[in-house]
């Protein structure tokens, strides 16, 4: 559900008209589209709203998110399946898309499936998150309660490596060369700016309690992800400094607190 909401902001339709010029796909064709890694499903549920014409398939090896996927989401088919093995016949899709699954799959492998169930001509569209900005409101400081959470938790617990990056990460210069390297053409590469400030007057109450929400179940995945017993006063405090915001926004007290972040799109044609 965290991932999902983070995601589901992401992708809302306020930031279509930047995904949709780099995507450059044909709105009025009956597209076969295949999202790769897609999580709890929330950039196939937006583009099954952007092109309602596709016909979408969603897959990723993780059964949990594939049963959250399936119960929340309607208009797309959700499957277990392996990208480095997927599931289709050559030449099957007209568009593949992942995003943030890049750095997890041997690139080899990642852009030769992809490049096969691709039909000829077929666009390959790799999303990844790139570096932001983040400045937090005064009343989203880390809270006494959850440093102390935070040092009595050991730094060799796994949830470091959890959070830790893709063991193939690549560059803004290396995935479209790794991309033109394993066979696709007409490589282009793409940003879309993702400005995710609670307080900007451009955006509704309801996207701005999201964005507020989403941070605090962010915070409180982490804790209890940690697994350790004495989280509770962490949690608190965090449930209480995000009533906090969300009492200042509904009050009008700007903070102008704000996380920007950049999604960048490499596209290719088989
Ligand atoms: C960082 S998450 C991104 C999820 C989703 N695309 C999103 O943006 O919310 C990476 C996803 O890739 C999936 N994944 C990693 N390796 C995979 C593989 N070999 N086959 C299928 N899915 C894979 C993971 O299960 C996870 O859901």
Known sequence: MTLYLSRKLRFDDVFFAQYDRVFDLDRDKALKILEIGCGPGALSESLHRWYPGAQITAIDRDSSFISFASQNIAGVRFLEGDATDLPFENDSFDVTISNTVQEHIEPAVFWREQRRVLRPGGICLCLSARKGIQCTAPCLQMT?????????????????????????????????ASMEQNGFKDVTTGYALIDLTPDAPKYSAQMAETMIEAMRQNDLEAIRSAHSSGAQKAVDAVNKKY???????????????????????VRGRK
């Open 144 to 176: 006494a309660e959850e440093k102390s959470f935070w040092e009595s938790i050991s730094a060799s617990d796994d949830t470091f490596e959890k959070y830790g990056v893709g063991k193939y990460r690549m560059s803004e210069a290396e995935i479209p």
């Open 243 to 265: 009533d906090e915001r969300l009492r200042l926004y509904r009050e009008g007290i700007r903070q102008w607190d704000t996380s920007v972040s950049v999604t960048m799109i």
